[in-house]
């Protein structure tokens, strides 16, 4: 059984930053592809960032220059460092791993960025 974790979340003044992590515990391997998403009510869920298992990056345009992925192969772990931080940035934020088999998701972590 498989278990995708994020963490990190959290309530954040605009210009802050805060560091998502999501972890994958189980019987779980070979995992090419890792990224972030974002869905706020009413919209589709849309890709942040991702980044493959040769540590090739992509960015969304919106937050492209302030946010950062990065993973840990040994750990099972993918990172986003997000900085200067928007209002518009608020939504819940999944990762999502994929396997050669399988496409794994975690439960969702709330980013609310206000003052």
């Known amino acids: 059984q498989v278990q995708v974790v994020e963490s990190g979340g959290g309530l954040v003044q605009p210009g802050g930053s805060l560091r998502l992590s999501c972890a994958a515990s189980?019987?779980?391997?070979?995992?090419?592809?890792m990224g972030w998403y974002r869905q706020v009510p009413g919209k589709q869920r849309e890709l942040v960032a991702d980044?493959?298992?040769?540590?090739?990056?992509n960015y969304a345009d919106p937050v492209n220059g302030r946010f950062t992925i990065s993973r840990d192969n040994a750990k099972n772990t993918v990172y986003l460092q997000m900085n200067n931080l928007k209002p518009e940035d608020t939504a819940v934020y999944f990762c999502?791993?994929?396997?050669?088999?399988?496409?794994?998701w975690g439960q969702g972590t709330q980013v609310t960025v206000s003052s």
């Open positions: 980044i493959t298992s040769r540590s090739s990056t």
């Open positions: 189980g019987s779980i391997s070979s995992i090419n592809r």
């Open positions: 999502n791993l994929e396997t050669p088999m399988w496409s794994y």
